[in-house]
């Protein structure tokens, strides 16, 4: 694939997940890579700008930082944009419907313009894990795929897989919202997390049962979404990956941990 970046300006608008404020952002067509752009600051979108993984995945540069970055990432992903400046009025990206959807929309609506690059792929060069038994992530070389687990105690979720072979990603995994229980809503708003979550942009479970009346787009969304959270958090890598993936119960956290391992190993090659 070529490097790509969007056609014309698109503006997205609305409320943060986390801080609950209304925030807008402003994409434009770059040559410069993925970058934020917050109060005259530039924040690269790239792994070791990742200053924060606790239930969303923050960029910063010193004080100036941006977060719920994931799912507009896993859109860019998806759209295979690499090269975009996204200005950001807010402290965070806009929730939307707690999916990539809304995101893939607005950037297909600005079109594509492909800068006659070849985006360098990236294949780790020997299996690279992290984390323990409790919950892992691994890499290897090999063909694009993420296989992603996942087992709670909620039995309206409880133990689900799903492979990802990177083909329908606006069909089979944008559409996917992010997800929430009951009893962690609480001590997340005590932490000043999820004050503009609600059943509007976010899937609520209490136990055996899905609070939301609309029910679920699919019926393993909860595990579909963590593969959104996951591409999106190694899009920071910005170049298509060739590698088989496969996760245990992970985080933003040990995602992260894999990002900055394959930009260490690749460091140098980036064109
Ligand atoms: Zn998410």
């Known amino acids: 694939m070529d490097r790509t970046t969007i056609a014309r300006e698109v503006e ?28 005259g600051t530039r924040i690269p979108a790239t792994p070791p700008h990742i200053v924060d993984t606790r239930l ?34 807010g402290d965070e990206i806009p929730a939307m419907d707690g999916s ?44 694009f795929s993420v296989s992603y687990e996942i087992d709670f105690p909620d039995t309206a979720i409880g133990r689900m897989r799903f492979t990802f072979d990177g083909r ?49 787009r699919f019926e393993d969304e909860f595990v579909r979404h963590k593969i959104l959270d996951l591409l999106g958090d190694l899009w920071s890598l910005q170049a298509p990956l060739k590698a088989r993936i496969t996760a245990w119960k992970a985080s933003h956290a040990l995602h992260v941990r894999l990002a900055k391992a394959l930009f260490e190993e690749h460091r140098g090659e980036r064109a």
């Open 168 to 216: 329908g990603f606006a069909e089979r995994i944008a559409p996917a919202r992010t997800f929430g229980r009951m009893q962690d809503v609480e001590a997340m708003r005590a932490a000043g997390l999820a004050l503009g979550g609600g059943l509007h942009n976010a899937v609520v479970v209490d136990g055996d049962g899905v609070v939301n009346p609309e029910g679920l």
């Open 56 to 89: 969303n995945t923050t960029y910063g540069v010193g004080n100036v930082r941006v977060g719920t970055t994931e799912h507009l990432m896993a859109a860019l992903y998806g759209l295979g944009l690499t090269d975009l400046d996204i200005v950001v009025e």
């Open 12 to 39: 997205v608008e609305g409320v943060g997940l986390h801080s609950g404020l209304g925030t807008r952002l402003r994409m434009k067509p770059s040559e410069r890579g993925i970058a934020f752009i917050k109060d």
């Open 100 to 143: 990539a959807l809304p995101f893939v929309e607005a950037l297909g609506d600005a079109g594509r313009s492909p800068l006659g690059v070849a985006a360098a792929e990236i294949s780790p060069r020997g299996v690279l894990r992290f984390g323990d038994g409790a919950s892992w992530i691994e890499a290897r070389p090999g063909d």
